[in-house]
């Protein structure tokens, strides 16, 4: 199951929610966590082994590591800590390099336990006796299939009281929809599209590019949808998940474009990597070293194939010329130019994604320069354009934060009709959504297989 | 003034959380109370029941019941055809694999022709010929309907026409074996209006992916010379129905349009007898009329397809036919009985006895294969009929 079947719309959320108001305060996370572990299983199926084992192994590592901490034991809280730490990556790492059948959301429910065990190692947040709470940090169903990744001592203080009130609740569905439909509108729209291009031999330039925006857009709508459907449904349960996008294809700086992408990543690295190993304050070659180990990590904790590392590296390598070298010469340019060299930047990092090896790069990146022979545009690129144009319009704008301030302005106005239309436009692209569940035979989110 | 912005977000946040649990307790509800169906029609397919206690307990009962609740959603029907008709809004002119196209046509993607494929096909049909020089043997290829009606393709659709891939094709076999390349009678009649009826000929449905019969009998008449048979006898054309909605309005989930069947029969006294081994009936006719009930009004010919279909008429010319065929022939077929005693159809698709035996048996002079393009350029099944 995920976000997107319509038994989880109609049947399973609804009647969490309902529920999770019906039981007394004090057995509310035992639901809650109960529940979750009723989805993972829906989704994951025989792979919820795995995540009980992580949960339960997590739990005493934590209580280990605050017992040696609270005894000013710190030497062995520090080896103990990293004993854990690699035996946490090496589960992930021979799931992901063993061929063997990837459990769903491995890679975020691995960085969530990880972060609890630093987090506790470091003396940021207490590891309690019960181990309902640590566990529902772990295998909260919001989140666990694809993140947010929140970090441990952000959500604990919330485990003790999470009042789901009236306004919760209304934010909480609002946000949700807006993910739906980025999901399910646009999100599969572009995917579908990507997907008709992606299959074509051969192809004019114009194709090869059209083709790789289409995916861009795909992966965006896809994974900040899911983000948002995340943080709304964390919020029917009273629950703040951290942003996990800030319009990242606005970003004026490869910097920028990080801090607005999968932040919760971004963020994770940063303070379990990047700072411990140093960050920017111990010399300009620390620097380098620190941040090619960054993105080299980033680029492996994204898939298992050669073509991650080196969209990892490719990364890397923009982020430090940015910081080292070009960074003066490229604030003095206008914004628009700079947020075009950073849309440059990242769409042609998304073909190392979709590409299954260097090779197939190599291919995308001669048909964008005309290796087909077909020229810069042909009848094919009409039919892709003009059948795709209301979608790209859309999905372009949706970028933006055009759309939200739109939506703020009317409202803002304050007059009853704009307030109405727009609830009447959000309940006809509610029918849609279910429409096109409906026609879709299911299709997984992508960032599912990370 | 600030008071009042906060307030008018909330208001319309207020609304969309009422219409949201509105809408989840109403398709709650009405799941709950409406029974499961088994058969999709429109889909052409079962639907998944809820699963059983016992398959929840296997790895995947998850998915299980997510098919379950999505193939028994309530107004599922509809849901599918808004989108649909919401995506033609938006402007796209292709429907899961079928292009919407001009004048209420709908389109199948071409299949594309494996080079490896068909070459064993050709060197099958060749060898086969050459093992039985006494026979007659005859190819006749179908294009696909975007091939013959390219100009009613919605513009620019990177389709590409079949007429030369069926002929690269015919050139491989040797010239004992008679070949007729479908396209250009089929294009030309389609643009040619008739007399009686002063319109331009249907070849192809709008909404199946076959051909009409209209476009099969002007095939038929140009199959003189290939087949071997006198003038054509004559025939009285009947429209038994106007309701037909074909695989491609199910596939892109179109119901604009509707199409007429229309059959022929010959004006002679020859009777015919018709026998399905696979169903164990005989019938006096190659038309089965009460398929025209159902969704697939196709399958009125000969009652769709079979592994072997024998024909006996009363024609008393002396030659017996055998066809090697896919479903495009159920329609041209019934063309055939007055020049044929005897009348074997083969689809290898679903045959698994010895060819051999067959041509010994029942005597056989004349060898036909007729194929749509589509069927042929995956197919390896009539290779390994002929063995």
């Known amino acids: 199951m995920s976000f997107v079947s319509l038994l989880f719309l109609v049947v399973f959320l609804p009647l969490s929610v309902l529920l999770a108001r019906l039981i007394p305060e004090r057995f509310r996370n035992l639901f809650l966590l109960l529940v979750s572990l009723l989805f993972y299983a829906w989704s994951a199926g025989r792979n919820l082994p795995v995540l009980l084992g992580e949960m339960v192994f997590t739990y005493f590592a934590a209580r280990e590591l605050k017992r040696r901490r609270d005894q000013g034991d710190t ?145 965006y709508f896809d994974f900040s949808g899911y983000s948002d459907m995340a943080i709304g449904a964390a919020s029917l349960f009273g629950f703040r998940l951290p942003e996990n996008f800030d319009h990242p294809y606005t970003a004026v700086s490869a910097s920028d474009f990080w801090r607005r992408w999968h932040i919760t990543l971004g963020a994770w690295f940063r303070d379990y990597v990047y700072i411990p190993l140093g ?118 704008l949706a970028c933006g934060p055009l759309l939200s301030k739109l939506l703020s302005r009317v409202l803002h106005r304050g007059e009853r009709t704009g307030t109405w239309i727009l609830a009447g436009l959000t309940a006809f692209l509610l029918l849609l959504s279910v429409a096109r569940i409906l026609s879709s035979t299911y299709q997984t989110f992508l960032y599912a297989a990370f | 003034m600030r008071r009042k912005k906060s307030s008018e977000g ?51 009962w998850g998915q299980k019941a997510d098919r379950w609740y ?32 001009k004048d209420g046509y709908l389109f199948e993607e071409p299949t594309p ?34 091939s013959v009606l390219a100009r009613d393709l919605p513009a620019n659709a990177p389709v590409s026409g079949q007429s030369e891939e069926i002929d690269a094709f015919l050139s491989l076999l040797p010239d004992s074996v008679r070949t007729l390349n479908a396209s250009e009678t089929l294009e030309a009649a389609s643009r040619q209006k ?111 397809n079979h592994p072997s279909v024998e024909i006996e008429t009363t024609a008393d010319t002396g030659r017996s036919l055998l066809v090697f065929k896919d479903s495009f022939a159920n329609s041209f077929v019934p063309f055939l009985t007055p020049y044929y005693d005897t009348i074997i159809l083969i689809d290898p698709r679903y045959y698994y006895e010895n060819v051999d035996a067959v041509l010994s048996s029942y005597g056989i002079t004349d060898v036909m294969f007729l194929y749509s393009a589509d069927t042929l350029w995956a197919d390896t099944q009539l290779a390994d009929a002929l063995g």
């Not at chain 1, 569905?173 to 999901?183: A, N």
């Not at chain 1, 073509?307 to 070298?325: A, D, M, R, T």
């Not at chain 1, 077909?374 to 795709?388: A, E, K, L, R």
């Not at chain 2, 007429?260 to 190659?286: E, F, G, K, M, N």
Request: hydrophobic content about 45%.
């Open chain 2, 113 to 146: 022709k494996d080079p490896v494929k068909t070459e064993r096909t050709a060197k099958a049909i060749t060898a086969f010929s050459q093992d039985n020089p006494d026979i007659s043997f005859s190819v006749i290829l179908v294009p696909d309907a975007a």
């Open chain 2, 70 to 101: 999505s193939d028994q959603f309530v107004l599922r029907d509809s849901l599918v055809k808004l989108n649909s008709l919401a995506r033609r809004c938006a402007g796209e002119r292709e429907s899961n694999g079928v292009y919407i196209g």
């Open chain 1, 75 to 219: 030497g062995t809280a520090s080896f103990c800590l990293l004993l854990d730490t690699v035996l946490l990556i090496a589960v992930l790492a021979v799931f992901k390099y063993s061929g063997l059948a990837l459990p769903a959301g491995i890679s975020f429910f691995t960085f969530s336990a990880l972060s609890c065990l630093f987090d506790v190692g470091r003396g940021e947040a207490d590891a309690e006796k019960n181990p309902v709470s640590l566990w529902l940090y772990l295998a909260f169903f919001p989140k666990v299939l694809m993140g947010p990744i929140v970090q441990y001592r952000e959500m604990q203080p919330q485990m003790a009281s999470h009042p789901a009130g009236a306004a919760s609740l209304e934010h909480g569905t609002f946000r949700f929809l807006r993910g739906l439909f980025k999901k399910v509108l646009l999100a599969d729209a572009f995917g579908a599209a990507f997907q008709q291009i992606h299959a074509l031999p051969q192809m004019a330039s114009m194709t090869a590019i059209l083709g790789t925006v289409f995916y861009g857009l795909q992966l």
């Open chain 1, 279 to 396: 960050g920017s304050r111990a010399g300009k070659t620390r620097l380098v070293l620190n941040l090619a180990i960054v993105w080299l990590l980033t680029g492996i904790w994204h898939g298992n194939t050669v073509n991650f590392v080196l969209w990892g590296l490719w990364w890397g390598i923009i982020v430090i010329l940015e910081k080292l070298v070009l960074g003066r010469f490229l604030e003095k340019l206008p914004r628009a130019l700079r947020c075009a060299l950073v849309n440059l930047a990242a769409f042609s990092g998304w073909i190392f994604f979709f590409s299954p090896a260097p090779g197939d790069c190599l291919h995308w990146w001669g048909q964008i320069f005309g290796a087909a022979g077909s020229g810069f545009w042909d009848s094919q690129t009409t039919w892709y354009f003009t059948g795709n144009l209301l979608l790209l319009a859309v999905g372009i």
């Open chain 2, 194 to 304: 008739t007399e009686d009826r002063n319109e331009e000929t249907q070849v192809f449905y709008r909404t199946d992916h076959h051909w009409t019969t209209d476009g099969a009998y002007a095939v038929f008449q140009a199959a003189k010379e290939t087949l071997n048979i006198p003038e054509p006898a004559v025939y009285s054309r009947f429209v038994v129905s106007d309701s037909f909605q074909g695989t491609l309005a199910s596939q892109s989930a179109d119901g604009a349009s509707k199409d007429a069947v229309t059959i022929y029969i010959p004006d002679s006294d020859a009777r015919t007898t018709v026998s399905y081994p696979d169903l164990q009936t005989r019938r006096a006719s190659v038309y089965m009329p009460e398929k025209l009930e159902q969704k697939d009004q196709y399958q009125v010919f000969f009652g769709g």
């Open chain 2, 10 to 60: 909330r208001y319309f946040r207020h609304i969309v959380f009422c219409m949201t649990a509105l809408a989840c307790a109403v398709f709650f509800t009405a799941n709950l109370l409406t029974p499961d169906r088994s058969f999709s029609a429109a889909e052409n397919r079962s639907l998944s029941a809820r699963p059983s206690l016992s398959e929840c307990l296997t790895s995947d």
